[in-house]
Nanobody, 123 residues
Framework: QLQLVESGGGLVQPGGSLRLSCAAS????????IGWFRQAPGKEREGVSC????????YYASAVKGRLTISRANAKNTVYLQMNSLKPEDTAVYYC????????????????WGQGTQVTVSS
């Protein structure tokens, strides 16, 4: 059974950093794309980044470009989201999700989701 588990969230001050992990089990990432999404209270879930595993090609939302970096560790069947220069507006529950074939930043394109991890940016 395909399963995704996020970890690494927490409370950080503005300007700080966090690294989120998305560990996959029940399947290998090779032929998938993994996306990171976030949902702030009262807002829609939005795509922030995506990586096509076998090519390594990456995509970022404009709001996070230059501050967030998505990467993969194939041997660990894990995808990471390095988050630097965090801002209060980055506060949200962060989810990873899997889809086959290429990347997308649209929630409806992804069929498998993790449970989410809370990121709070506050002084």
């Amino acid at each position: 059974q395909l399963q995704l588990v996020e970890s690494g969230g927490g409370l950080v001050q503005p300007g700080g950093s966090l690294r989120l992990s998305c560990a996959a089990s029940g399947f290998t990432l090779d032929n998938y794309a993994i996306g990171w999404f976030r949902q702030a209270p009262g807002k829609e879930r939005e795509g922030v980044s995506c990586i096509k595993i076998n090519s390594g090609r990456t995509y970022y939302a404009s709001a996070v470009k230059g501050r967030l970096t998505i990467s993969r560790a194939n041997a660990k069947n894990t995808v990471y989201l390095q988050m630097n220069s965090l801002k209060p507006e980055d506060t949200a529950v962060y989810y990873c999700a899997a889809k086959d074939n290429g990347c997308s930043m649209f929630r409806s394109d992804f069929g498998s989701w993790g449970q989410g991890t809370q990121v709070t940016v506050s002084s």
